[in-house]
């Protein structure tokens, strides 16, 4: 399993909280955290559960997987792909409908054009989904 990258992760938070114009202890409250355990995160002092990571992704409205890789839990797609969601899921002038949806476009565009839009590997290559990739379960 990757290590995780507290330094840039802390630092991408604090910047998408000032993105999203939220103090330090209304993005805790947001998140269910306490405003000492957010500040030791943005500091790179802690280091944050997959569980509190998804808490402030859906508190500062950014994908979770965003997240996840800024920590090293999951590998990064694409810099292209990673980064045109970033800026899709951070404009706060979109709702969220309207960014999964343009969401929804862009994946169909990349996969219509033979470009990888399969869930993102884990550090140890299983998928961010528990999926593995080179042992394919049959569906139903």
Do not use: C, W
């Given at each position: 399993?990757?290590?995780?990258?507290?330094?840039?992760?802390?630092?991408?938070?604090?910047?998408?909280?000032?993105?999203?114009?939220?103090?330090?202890?209304?993005?805790?409250?947001?998140?269910?955290v306490?405003?000492?355990?957010?500040?030791?995160?943005?500091?790179?002092?802690?280091?944050?559960s997959?569980?509190?990571?998804?808490?402030?992704?859906?508190?500062?409205?950014?994908?979770?997987?965003?997240?996840?890789v800024?920590?090293?839990?999951?590998?990064?797609?694409?810099?292209?792909?990673?980064?045109?969601?970033?800026?899709?899921?951070?404009?706060?002038?979109?709702?969220?409908?309207?960014?999964?949806?343009?969401?929804?476009?862009?994946?169909?565009?990349?996969?219509?054009?033979?470009?990888?839009?399969?869930?993102?590997?884990?550090?140890?290559?299983?998928?961010?989904?528990?999926?593995?990739?080179?042992?394919?379960?049959?569906?139903?």
């Open positions: 399993m990757a290590s995780l990258n507290v330094g840039n992760l802390g630092e991408y938070l604090r910047e998408q909280r000032r993105n999203a114009q939220l103090s330090l202890r209304q993005l805790a409250d947001a998140a269910g306490s405003n000492p355990y957010l500040s030791q995160i943005e500091r790179g002092l802690r280091k944050p997959a569980d509190i990571l998804q808490q402030l992704a859906k508190a500062l409205r950014i994908s979770a997987e965003t997240l996840y800024q920590a090293g839990i999951l590998d990064e797609r694409s810099p292209e792909a990673a980064g045109t969601r970033s800026v899709i899921l951070a404009d706060p002038s979109l709702s969220e409908r309207q960014k999964q949806v343009l969401l929804q476009i862009y994946e169909s565009f990349r996969k219509e054009n033979g470009l990888d839009t399969d869930t993102p590997r884990t550090a140890d290559g299983s998928g961010a989904d528990g999926s593995d990739a080179d042992h394919p379960q049959a569906s139903n």
